[in-house]
T-cell receptor
Framework: AQSVTQPDIHITVSEGASLELRCNYS??????LFWYVQSPGQGLQLLLK??????LVQGIKGFEAEFKRSQSSFNLRKPSVHWSDAAEYFC????????????????FGKGTHLIIQP | NAGVTQTPKFQVLKTGQSMTLQCAQD?????MYWYRQDPGMGLRLIYY???????DKGEVPNGYNVSRLNKREFSLRLESAAPSQTSVYFC???????????????FGPGTRLTVT
C-alpha cells in the first residue's frame, strides 16, 4: 500500500528566509506526487505536481520541489518566504497514469504547519 | 466557473441523526471524491466515483454511503451519525482533460460537521 510521511509537524521560519518541507513516500512504481496548501478555514490548493520528466518542478507562488527516486523523497522548497505563506502543507501520492494508474484517490501525509516569524 | 461547491458549510448533528452532504462541480470532470480531515491525520479517502455510475470504497468508508447522482453531483450520506464522524469533509473532482493533468484533484471549501 502507498503511504506518505511528512516528518515535521510544525516548522517556524523567519520572513525572508528559505524554506524546505520534507516529504517521503512509499510506492511500488513511479508515483504521481503532489503538494497542496491549505490556508486556515479553506480548501486545498494545488501548488505543484510531478509525474515524469524533469525531477525539479516549478509551481505557483514561487515554490519548487525535487523528486529524488533514490531517497523516495519529494521535498518542497522556497528561496524566500512571505508572511502569506503561513499555512498547512500537504504532500500526496497517487497512481501514475503512465504506469496504468486510475482515478482512485490520493494518499495524503499528515501535513506540516508552517509558521512565519516577522 | 464556481469549481467545486459543497453544502452546507457547517452542520451540528445529534448522535443517531442522519444527513446528506452535497457536492457539485462545473468543470465537466469524470471523477469525484469524498475525504475527511481530522487534526493530525491529514486527509483520508472515504469514497470515490471514478466515472458516472460507479462508486468505490476508500480508506475509511464505514458509516457512510454515497450517490453519484449525475456527472456533476456526488453526495455523501451519514445514516446514523456518531461523535467519531465529527470532522471536516472535503469533496474533490478530477478528469476534465486527457493525459496526466486529468488526475489533478480540485477541492471544494469543505463542510465542518460536529456530532454531539
Amino acid at each position: 500500500a502507498q503511504s506518505v510521511t511528512q516528518p515535521d509537524i510544525h516548522i517556524t521560519v523567519s520572513e525572508g528566509a528559505s524554506l524546505e518541507l520534507r516529504c517521503n513516500y512509499s510506492y511500488g512504481a513511479t508515483p504521481y506526487l503532489f503538494w497542496y496548501v491549505q490556508s486556515p478555514g479553506q480548501g486545498l490548493q494545488l501548488l505543484l505536481k510531478y509525474f515524469s520528466g524533469d525531477t525539479l518542478v516549478q509551481g505557483i507562488k514561487g515554490f519548487e520541489a525535487e523528486f529524488k527516486r533514490s531517497q523516495s523523497s519529494f521535498n518542497l522548497r522556497k528561496p524566500s518566504v512571505h508572511w502569506s505563506d503561513a499555512a498547512e502543507y500537504f504532500c500526496a501520492v497517487g497512481k501514475n497514469p503512465y504506469s496504468g494508474g486510475g482515478a482512485d484517490g490520493l494518499t495524503f501525509g499528515k501535513g506540516t504547519h508552517l509558521i512565519i516569524q516577522p | 466557473n464556481a469549481g467545486v461547491t459543497q453544502t452546507p458549510k457547517f452542520q451540528v448533528l445529534k448522535t443517531g441523526q442522519s444527513m446528506t452532504l452535497q457536492c457539485a462541480q462545473d468543470m465537466n470532470h469524470n471523477s469525484m471524491y469524498w475525504y475527511r480531515q481530522d487534526p493530525g491525520m491529514g486527509l483520508r479517502l472515504i469514497y470515490y466515483s471514478a466515472s458516472e455510475g460507479t462508486t468505490d470504497k476508500g480508506e475509511v468508508p464505514n458509516g457512510y454511503n454515497v450517490s453519484r447522482l449525475n456527472k456533476r453531483e456526488f453526495s455523501l450520506r451519514l445514516e446514523s451519525a456518531a461523535p467519531s464522524q465529527t470532522s471536516v469533509y472535503f469533496c474533490a473532482s478530477s478528469g476534465g482533460l486527457a493525459g496526466p493533468s486529468s488526475y489533478e484533484q480540485y477541492f471544494g471549501p469543505g463542510t465542518r460537521l460536529t456530532v454531539t
